[in-house]
């Protein structure tokens, strides 16, 4: 009803971005997953689990997938649950995360969001944007993934490639992530909020690199502007 709603009140721009998204959904969900982007080997050891997808998301802030995952997974060997975390000493967290960048302040954020946890949350991972950011390590970005795929609620979740991408293909003309997310949210139906973050950070790494995109090959360069504007040159 509310969607219904929201859809009556849409302006003929905002219905041809939404438009726009569904070929556009259509289109990466064909490609995407045969790609096998390092985003899945995220999925694999997050396992849905909270506790794993709260831990995955701190030790992410400016790491790459591959070399997060591998660093994930030494680390829910040794301290499969919250409480194990609690307890670890720091210098065998500090060690057990070398290899990814920043891992002293990820090791310190760890401890302090166990302690957190356990001091206001009965150990439990909170389900909220507003608690879960009161956690160190963990901004509004982060908040969104936990929901996703700890709890199965629908938001977009809005990292550099999902902004950057969502530019580039003109859905949104925006600033921040958090714009971002906004002005997403106005366009993409709810049904797709969850997979929007797959999709386009799929793509994003192993397709629109914004190093190297491989535009040769793109699905999606019809609704590029970028590529429209270099074509006409
Ligand atoms: S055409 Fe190139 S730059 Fe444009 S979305 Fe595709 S890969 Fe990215």
Known sequence: M???QSQNNSTPLKRRLTHKVKKIVKKLRKVVPSLNPPIHQMFEVQKNDP??????GILSARSKD?????????L???????????KAPI????????????????????K???EILFKEFNGKIPSTVEDLTKLPGVGRKIANIILIHAFDQDTIAVDTHVHRISNLLRLVKTKTPEETE????KIVPRPLWKEINYLLVGFGQTICNPQKP??????IKEFCQEYQTKEKE
């Open 2 to 4: 509310k969607q219904e």
């Open 51 to 56: 506790y794993r997808v709260l831990v995955c």
């Open 66 to 74: 591959e070399k997060t995952v591998p660093v994930c997974r030494k």
């Open 76 to 86: 829910f060997e040794k301290y499969p649950t919250a409480e194990d975390l609690l």
């Open 91 to 110: 210098e065998e967290l500090e060690e057990t995360l070398k290899g990814i960048g920043l891992y002293r302040q990820k090791a310190k954020y760890l």
């Open 112 to 114: 302090r969001a166990a």
């Open 182 to 185: 906004r002005e997403l949210k």
């Open 214 to 219: 491989k535009c040769e090959i793109c699905p």
